[in-house]
């Protein structure tokens, strides 16, 4: 292929895309969302002001509940610490949990829905079976039964939300797949002699990874959500600055009580928006994945 063909196509593309985006205002500003907290997880040592950590001072005493200024946009904890730094630092915690189980859940909840919908049988029966009975576990007792039974930490979330998570996406990709399947397009590829695995990884796989990425924008939300649960009960990592860790010590100090909104509303807004970014996401990618609701 010569490489003037590949970079109109990459233009077309380019195109396409900002196309969908003017389109669909609701994918825009979820996407938006996602991209700023990625860009200031990334400059988040450059943006951050302070140590995350950092205990600061005011001539000789410590700076404890000082209210929003110049010096301190978000003012500072009852141990002197600057919010606004904790704020930024916290994006890392939350894209590194989010992201991971994100792949996570994806990945286990595409495997299972294709061997599920393409093999069926015994495959299909024992693969449903133990989705409706993940299901019907609890995800945050689960999640802190886990953790009380292990180390507490990131790994503890990450291995909760994939293992809990992974048969909404699964289910979904079943029901692609039994669709798929029946196409005259499959048909013809087991007729020329390719095998089971080649038609389910080579040929159908990549007819549903479109929808599998939009269930992972959602579980996104969900392992951020999950996070701060489990670091707000004190299960996640002391070491690690989350914006779960924010809300614990904010409660734990009665911040409410103290009037100190500059302290805990930044973070819980900041979980709010992750979690609105990916229902946004799947809002207004629907028309993109199923053409005939635009018709509607």
């Known amino acids: 292929m010569p490489p003037w063909t590949r970079e109109c196509r990459s233009v077309r593309s380019v195109s396409a895309c ?53 010096d301190h946009w978000l003012g500072t904890t009852s141990s002197g610490r600057d919010v606004l730094s904790q704020l930024i630092w916290g994006t890392r915690a939350a894209l590194a949990v989010g992201l991971t189980a994100a792949v996570a859940v994806v990945a286990i909840g595409t495997v299972l829905g294709l061997l599920s919908g393409y ?47 992974w048969p909404n996406t699964a289910r979904v990709i079943r029901s692609q797949v039994l669709s798929l399947r029946e196409r005259a397009w499959v048909e013809a590829a087991r007729v020329t002699g390719c095998s089971t695995g080649r038609i389910m990884f080579v040929h159908v796989l990549p007819q549903v990874l479109p929808l599998a990425a939009l269930y992972g924008s959602v ?20 070491d690690m600055m989350s914006w779960g860790v924010m809300l614990q010590e904010a409660y734990a100090n009665q911040a409410l009580s103290r009037g100190a909104w500059n302290w805990f509303a930044p973070p819980g807004a900041a979980l709010m928006a992750m979690v609105l970014a990916g229902f946004l996401i799947s809002r207004g990618s629907e028309k993109l994945l199923f053409p005939k609701l635009a018709d509607q």
């Open 18 to 70: 900002l196309r969908f985006l003017r389109a669909e205002p609701f994918a825009a500003v979820g996407g938006a969302i996602y991209a700023t907290i990625v860009l200031v997880a990334i400059f988040a040592d450059r943006l951050a002001p302070y140590p995350p950590k950092a205990i600061l001072r005011v001539g000789a005493r410590v700076a404890r509940y000082l209210p929003m200024s110049s």
């Open 119 to 165: 093999l069926g049988g015994w495959v299909d029966r024992v693969i449903t079976w133990f989705a409706d009975i993940v299901l019907g576990l609890p995800f945050l007792p689960s999640m802190l039964v886990l953790a009380s039974l292990t180390r507490p930490g990131t790994t503890v979330v990450i291995i909760s939300v994939a293992g809990l998570l």
């Open 219 to 238: 579980a996104i939300g969900w392992a951020i959500l999950a996070e701060a649960s489990a670091s707000f009960l004190g299960f996640g990592d002391p």
